[in-house]
């Protein structure tokens, strides 16, 4: 059985798993820990591209428009946008793009100065999704996380975040960190039935569907889901870190046409030590081998 094998794998490991995975074919599926809250990170960004491609797809935005970005948009962390010079002007579908491929924050925040966040989490319940939380914008998560209440923006408040971040002291206090759901959080089993809706064609339609898979395909960030699977696997995915929480989420395509499944991973390391690229990619790998044996038979 397949949770069987990962159940045996995991129980190794220094860490809390949230794990969901379903086989869209044959509708064999696996949760571990499926219900319980687990901050989402840069997951979140899965739930707001999907918003903002129905709101696109109804006609309220228009992906080619151009959006000139000043500095009092940036925004620490990951990213590339932060760091090009101050009035460049990228598509909403570039802000898009970026905002998954390379987990661009900047991006993020300014999609969601379009798209505000309850407006997202309003949107995951009219498709059905109780359980994924957005409460937060980046900065917002940032600024807890280093124990700073946040503001609007300032030079030095950016320095400040960045700087208490990369010497790795964060507030453990902060509700970033605690399973609320006045957090960005979310079930793994809620957001894998989201990458299935997207895997299936269900968010507005099969063409708004198909744009976000196609973003998704272009991810950049491919230690974890794809990170053990033969050369060439096609997979959509979007990844997630904050501290000692490694997430990803994904559609992962079998060859052979033998379908594809879905699968996230939420993982929280009880250590400072904990590296979660590592488990993340072997679940994928264990998930993969499983279905490609039970096709066989």
């Known amino acids: 059985m397949l949770k069987e094998k990962i159940e045996s794998y995991i129980s190794g490991i220094d860490a809390t798993f949230g794990i969901s995975i379903k086989h869209l074919q044959t ?10 809250y687990f901050q989402t990170a840069s997951v979140v960004k899965v739930p707001i591209l999907a918003a903002l491609y129905d709101a696109v797809y109804k006609g309220k935005i228009d992906v ?28 909403i579908k570039d802000l898009a793009t970026m905002m998954i491929i390379v987990s661009d924050n ?18 995951m319940r009219a498709i059905g999704l109780e359980h994924i939380f957005v409460k937060h914008s980046i900065w917002e998560l940032l600024s807890l996380c280093a124990g700073i209440e946040p503001t609007a923006y300032s030079d030095e408040m950016f320095d400040q975040i960045i700087n208490t971040l990369i010497a790795g002291h964060y507030n453990r206090d902060s509700i970033v960190f605690q399973g609320s759901t006045e957090n960005n959080v979310s079930t793994t089993r809620d957001m894998n039935r989201l990458m299935e809706k997207i895997a299936k064609g269900e968010i507005f339609s099969e063409a708004c569907s198909a744009d976000i898979r196609d973003i998704l395909l272009r991810q950049q960030y491919t230690q974890r889901i794809p990170g053990l699977l033969p050369r060439g696997t096609k997979v959509a995915n979007k990844t997630g870190s904050l501290g000692t929480m490694y997430n990803d989420t994904g559609i992962v395509y079998l060859p052979d046409q033998r379908g594809e499944f879905v699968i996230t ?3 929280v390391g009880k250590t400072l030590d904990y590296e979660g690229n590592g488990p993340i990619a072997r679940i994928s790998k264990i998930a993969f081998d499983h279905f490609l044996e039970g096709a066989a038979t």
């Open 27 to 36: 509708n064999e599926e696996v949760h571990i820990q499926g219900d319980r």
């Open 64 to 91: 080619s428009e151009r959006i000139v970005l000043r500095r009092e948009d940036r925004v620490p962390g990951s990213g590339v946008i932060q760091e090009m010079d101050t009035g460049i002007s990228p598509t």
């Open 106 to 123: 900047m991006a993020t925040d300014k999609l969601l100065s379009m798209v505000d966040a309850q407006s997202v989490q309003d949107y």
């Open 265 to 267: 991973v939420f993982s």
